[in-house]
């Protein structure tokens, strides 16, 4: 069983800067992938990061620039670093995690970008 936290969440002006935390019970270093998703209002979830277990980094294109996720081995941390914010970017931002073919999901921390 890995548990994911999510932290760092809150009401951001538009332009502004978040970092995300994701902690896991687990060494990072075991967990195959470590994933980023956000789900705004009345929209699909949506992947925003991944990192996986040697450290490879994956964003879709939409994200690239302006998100970098990174990890600390030693606090079996993931961050989601989010620049230049934008309103579209407010939303629910989840981690998960999976680890020996099972999924693991945090509650959710929630971004309010004001404009």
């Known amino acids: 069983q890995v548990q994911v936290f999510e932290s760092g969440g809150g009401l951001v002006q538009a332009g502004g800067s978040l970092r995300l935390s994701c902690a896991v019970s687990e060494s990072v270093f075991s967990i195959n ?3 980023w998703y956000r789900q705004a209002p009345g929209k699909q979830r949506e992947l925003v990061a991944l990192i996986s277990a040697n450290g490879d980094t994956k964003y879709p294109d939409s994200m690239k620039g302006r998100f970098t996720i990174s990890r600390d081995h030693a606090k079996n941390t993931v961050y989601l670093q989010m620049n230049n ?31």
Do not use: N
């Open 33 to 35: 992938a470590i994933v």
């Open 85 to 115: 914010l934008k309103p579209e970017d407010t939303g629910v931002y989840y981690c998960h995690a999976e680890h020996l073919g099972r999924d693991y999901w945090g509650e959710g921390s929630l971004v309010t970008v004001s404009s």
